[in-house]
């Protein structure tokens, strides 16, 4: 889709009710939501992060949602993909603001030129005990991306209607750090698989995508 026209539909997403969990669990992989189902609270000791899904105009004007691929290194999501984002930090005013540093820290997009469209569902990921509060950010120009080369191995841009195929969803067979041989839902874009909990918020952003775009 062309970027002008998903520029003046993304507004209507604001008075969207938000389909949460129901979304959340259909890319969910079975462990993840029997750990949820399970957990009565959180623990006591869990951390709080801030993501961004960025929409932007690419050069030939077709808008394009970012990724960021992880380093590998020893941390719970090495080499997964994600959206741009981060821990919160105790400088940040909340969590919207933390999405926004991180996202010009990761990607080299300033936070002063993102539009925020809106908050998303927040998520809880068991294995490194983050609770994520994702944003969807509009970005009006094609981007001079510079990418923060000890946290990012590169960055996936994808087109929307990549997002929007459901040929493009997938089921794959996964060795993780905390999980070996492991089924999963996941979407399948520009060559990368997109599971767990970014999977969950993706389809988040899908289904409201879903209601604006296709009707």
């Given at each position: 889709m062309d970027f002008k026209s998903f520029?003046?539909?993304i507004s209507k997403?604001?008075?969207l009710p938000l389909p949460g969990e129901s979304a959340h669990f259909e890319m969910a992989p079975e462990m993840r939501i029997a750990e949820l189902k399970a957990m009565a609270?959180?623990?006591a000791q869990y951390r709080r992060a801030g993501v961004m899904a960025l929409f932007y105009p690419g050069s030939d004007g077709v808008t394009r949602l970012l990724f960021i691929l992880r380093n590998s290194d020893s941390g719970v999501h090495s080499a997964q993909v994600a959206f741009p984002g981060g821990q919160y930090e105790n400088a940040d005013q909340d969590l919207q603001q933390t999405a926004l540093r991180e996202t010009e820290e990761e990607v080299g997009v300033p936070a002063s030129q993102i539009q925020l469209i809106r908050a998303l569902s927040q998520i809880y990921i068991p294995p490194s005990r983050f609770e994520v509060s994702p944003f969807i950010g509009l970005l009006p120009h094609t981007p001079e991306f510079r990418k923060q080369d000890s946290e990012v191995a590169d960055l996936i841009e994808v087109p929307v209607q990549?997002?929007?195929r459901n040929s493009n969803l997938v089921r794959r067979r996964l060795t993780t750090s905390y999980a070996r041989e492991i089924t999963v839902?996941?979407?399948e874009l520009e060559g990368h698989i997109v599971w767990g909990a970014t999977a969950m918020m993706l389809n988040e952003v899908k289904s409201l995508l879903k209601e604006i775009l296709l009707t």
């Amino acid at each position: 889709m062309d970027f002008k026209s998903f520029s003046e539909r993304i507004s209507k997403i604001k008075n969207l009710p938000l389909p949460g969990e129901s979304a959340h669990f259909e890319m969910a992989p079975e462990m993840r939501i029997a750990e949820l189902k399970a957990m009565a609270k959180r623990p006591a000791q869990y951390r709080r992060a801030g993501v961004m899904a960025l929409f932007y105009p690419g050069s030939d004007g077709v808008t394009r949602l970012l990724f960021i691929l992880r380093n590998s290194d020893s941390g719970v999501h090495s080499a997964q993909v994600a959206f741009p984002g981060g821990q919160y930090e105790n400088a940040d005013q909340d969590l919207q603001q933390t999405a926004l540093r991180e996202t010009e820290e990761e990607v080299g997009v300033p936070a002063s030129q993102i539009q925020l469209i809106r908050a998303l569902s927040q998520i809880y990921i068991p294995p490194s005990r983050f609770e994520v509060s994702p944003f969807i950010g509009l970005l009006p120009h094609t981007p001079e991306f510079r990418k923060q080369d000890s946290e990012v191995a590169d960055l996936i841009e994808v087109p929307v209607q990549d997002v929007m195929r459901n040929s493009n969803l997938v089921r794959r067979r996964l060795t993780t750090s905390y999980a070996r041989e492991i089924t999963v839902p996941a979407f399948e874009l520009e060559g990368h698989i997109v599971w767990g909990a970014t999977a969950m918020m993706l389809n988040e952003v899908k289904s409201l995508l879903k209601e604006i775009l296709l009707t």
